[in-house]
C-alpha cells in the first residue's frame, strides 16, 4: 500500500486516498528490461469491488502473478466505482511512465476519455472484460458475451422445464444499463426467451435493469417487482449478486428454492446457492484465462510487439472493428460444480463451510 499523500485541500486528499487505498504495484524481477534499458511497465485499472468479488479475490491476483512472473513492472488499481477517481488513477499512471493501460470501463463516456489521452501519450491500450463504446483500445480481451447471455436463456428454459411450469412468468433482472456487457448478456437471453413469450409459451413478466450492477438497489427493485407480481414464476438474473438480492425477496416469502434463477461469475455466494436448490445455474467464465489472456497481450505491446489475437468485435458507436480475444464461457448447474472446483477457482474449504459442508456430499464436490 501507498503512503497517504498530502494534499493541498482537504477534497483533493480524500480523493487522492480512496485512489491509492487499493492499488498494488511491483517493480518485477528478472530482466524484463526493454531495448532502450527502460523496464516495461503496465498499469491496470479496475472498476469496483462492490458489483462482484471476482474483481479483486480473481482478476487483481491473476493479472499480478502473471506480470511479476514476466519481470515486468506493474500497478493495479481500484477505483470503487468513482468516475473522477478512475480518471485520476488513469492520469497517474501515464504520468508515471505506463507503456501500456488495461481498463475495465465504469461506463463508455470515462472510459473514452481515458483511452484518448492515453493514446494522446503514445501508451497502447486493452479494453478488459467489457468492450468501451467509440472508445479507442487498441485490442479488447473478454469472453463471447453474447453466448453467456445465452447460457442463461437456455439454463433458465431448462430449469422451467424440470419444473414442469405451465406458462411460467419471467422476469428479468438485467445489468446496468450503462456496461456494454450487460447489452450483450440481454441480446442472449432474449434471444432464447422473446421466442417463448411471442408464442405464448413463457409470459413476459417485470423487467428492469439494475444501475451499476448494485446489489442493494437489486433487492429494491426486485421487490418491487414481486409486490407488483408475485406469481413470478422464474428470474432471469445477469450475475450471481443480483441473483443472491432476488433469492432473498423470494425467501422472505417463503418461495426460495421454488422460482428458477440464473446467474452469472460462479462466485461461491452462487454456487452455495445453487448447491442449496435457491438457484438453477451461474455461467463460469474462467477468470485465470481472461486475466493470463490480457497479460500476455499486454506484456507483448509492452516490450513493442504486435498482439497476438484471434477474432475481432465491432463497436457500433464508434463503427469500428476492434482485434479481440474472446474467451467460451461454460453453463454450471448443480450436477457440474465439480468442474469449478476442479478448475481451482473457488476451493472445496470456502465452498463447503458450515452448513454448505453436507450440500456438498451432497452433490459429490470433492
Known amino acids: 500500500m501507498r503512503k497517504r499523500l498530502i494534499a493541498a485541500t482537504a477534497v483533493s486528499a480524500v480523493l487522492l486516498t480512496a485512489v491509492t487505498a487499493c492499488s498494488s504495484s511491483n517493480s518485477g524481477s528478472g530482466d524484463g528490461g526493454s531495448a532502450g534499458g527502460k523496464k516495461p511497465k503496465i498499469g491496470v485499472i479496475l472498476p469496483d469491488s462492490k458489483s462482484s468479488v471476482r474483481w479483486e479475490t480473481a482478476d487483481r491476483t491473476y493479472l499480478g502473478a502473471a506480470f511479476k512472473a514476466a519481470g515486468v513492472d506493474y500497478d493495479i488499481q481500484n477505483a470503487e466505482g468513482d468516475k473522477q477517481a478512475f480518471q485520476t488513477i488513469a492520469d497517474q499512471m501515464i504520468t508515471n511512465g505506463v507503456d501500456v493501460l488495461v481498463i475495465v470501463n465504469l461506463d463508455s463516456g470515462t472510459g473514452k476519455a481515458v483511452l484518448d489521452k492515453a493514446k494522446s501519450q503514445g501508451v497502447a491500450t486493452i479494453d478488459y472484460d467489457r ?13 463471447d458475451n453474447t453466448e453467456v447471455g445465452k447460457l442463461q436463456g437456455q439454463g ?50 417485470p ?16 421487490e418491487q417487482m414481486y409486490t407488483s407480481q408475485p406469481n413470478i414464476n422464474g428470474v432471469l438474473a445477469a450475475n450471481d449478486g443480483l441473483a443472491n438480492a432476488a433469492i432473498a425477496v423470494l425467501r422472505k416469502n417463503h418461495r426460495n428454492g421454488q422460482v428458477p434463477i440464473t446467474g452469472q461469475d460462479a462466485t461461491v455466494q452462487g454456487l452455495q446457492n445453487i448447491l442449496a436448490g435457491d438457484q438453477c445455474m451461474t455461467v463460469y ?46 453453463a454450471i448447474f448443480k450436477k457440474n460444480v465439480q468442474d469449478v472446483v476442479d478448475d481451482g477457482y473457488v476451493s472445496k474449504t470456502e465452498l463447503c463451510t458450515g452448513s454448505y459442508a453436507q450440500l456438498c456430499a451432497d452433490a459429490g464436490i470433492k
Open 131 to 143: 468492450l468501451t463504446l467509440g472508445g479507442s483500445a487498441q485490442y479488447y480481451v473478454s469472453f
Open 207 to 222: 423487467n428492469q435493469s439494475v444501475p451499476d450492477w448494485d446489489n442493494t438497489q437489486a433487492g429494491t427493485i426486485f
Open 156 to 205: 433458465l428454459a431448462q430449469c422451467l422445464s424440470d419444473m414442469k411450469a405451465d406458462k411460467p412468468v419471467v422476469a428479468e433482472l438485467n445489468g446496468s444499463p450503462t456496461d456494454n456487457n450487460a447489452t450483450l448478456f440481454a441480446n442472449g437471453y432474449n434471444g432464447v426467451l422473446d421466442p417463448k413469450y411471442a408464442s405464448g409459451e413463457y409470459v413476459k413478466g
Open 285 to 330: 467464465k474462467a477468470v485465470k484465462k481472461e486475466a493470463d489472456a490480457a497479460a500476455a497481450l499486454a506484456i507483448d505491446l509492452a516490450h513493442g510487439k504486435k498482439g497476438q489475437v484471434g477474432a475481432t468485435v465491432h463497436d457500433p458507436t464508434g463503427n469500428r472493428d476492434v482485434s479481440a480475444v474472446l474467451l467460451t464461457p461454460v
